[in-house]
């Protein structure tokens, strides 16, 4: 099913779960928030409800989603799962980029020069 442009279907009962996410989020998810993605042009959501999934940043304009990976995404349960999601997500016409949390520790202006050329390209 195809989605109209800026609308996309969400599952209300993940809304608690997605408010939770924002009121704990990580240390990573924190910095690039603060440091970097609520000061951008376009409007970014935190821990944004999309279909059955909760994404932890997403810009409607750039129809771009952000994952920020820690440790439990590299198992292989969690690479497939991810791999699934990102499809999903992909099929909505969503771009979707992932960063290892050590990389927004350890190469924060990097990260955001990247997430700064795709938005860009994308809107």
Aim: charged content about 35%; aromatic content about 10%.
């Amino acid at each position: 099913m195809e989605q109209p442009t800026g609308m996309l279907e969400s599952d209300s009962r993940l809304r608690p779960r997605a408010r939770e996410l924002r009121n704990n989020a990580t240390k990573q998810e924190t910095d690039l928030w603060y440091g970097f993605l609520r000061r951008r042009p376009e409007q970014w959501h935190r821990q944004k409800v999309i279909g059955e999934f909760i994404v932890d940043f997403y810009c409607p304009k750039a129809k771009l989603v952000i994952e920020l990976d820690g440790m439990q995404h590299y198992t292989p349960a969690g690479l497939a799962y991810d791999e699934e999601r990102s499809a999903c997500l992909e099929g909505l016409g969503l771009k979707v980029i992932r960063f290892q949390n050590k990389e927004v520790d350890d190469a924060f202006y990097l990260v955001c020069r990247k997430i700064a050329e795709i938005a860009e390209v994308r809107h």
